[in-house]
């Protein structure tokens, strides 16, 4: 009977214990996404060209919609989010994981408009450079 007691107690440490340790590893490399989401990036990016973005606020964008997992310097890093402080994204890039979301990052593109997602996107590539 202790030797289940101990089993099950050691099985359900081992997962928590994995669970925690695959959240806060840090994210090293930016996964690519296919090139038909590049290609929709790209053309989200040429369709908003004309945008004054200085009429968008992004920062207050960032803080209502990304603070809670990349924090207020862009290094967080929780649910494994990559630190967007060391992070050699661009601007296409960074259009599509806002777009199409990616493992843990939600999708805004039903949350924003495209012009919002640039706007953030470039927020992104200046404010924790």
Not at 39 to 54: G, H, L, S
Not at 56 to 73: R, T, V
Not at 99 to 127: C, D, L, Q, W
Request: a positive charge; one cysteine or more; aromatic letters at 14%.
């Amino acid at each position: 009977m202790n030797f289940q007691y101990f089993l099950s107690f050691s099985v359900l440490l081992f997962f928590f214990l994995f669970f925690q340790w695959s959240i806060l590893i840090p994210s090293k490399q930016v996964p690519p996404f296919s090139e038909k989401k590049m290609q929709i990036a790209k053309a989200i990016i040429e369709r908003t060209a004309n945008v004054d973005f200085q009429k968008i606020d992004a920062s207050a964008l960032y803080k209502q919609k990304c603070i809670s997992c990349h924090g207020p310097e862009g290094n967080l890093q929780m649910y494994n989010a990559p630190d967007l402080s060391q992070s050699d994204i661009n601007l296409e890039l960074a259009v599509a994981y806002l777009y199409h979301g990616k493992r843990m990052m939600p999708s805004f593109n039903k949350k924003m408009t495209e012009a919002e997602i640039v706007a953030m996107a470039h927020y992104i590539e200046k404010a924790f450079k």
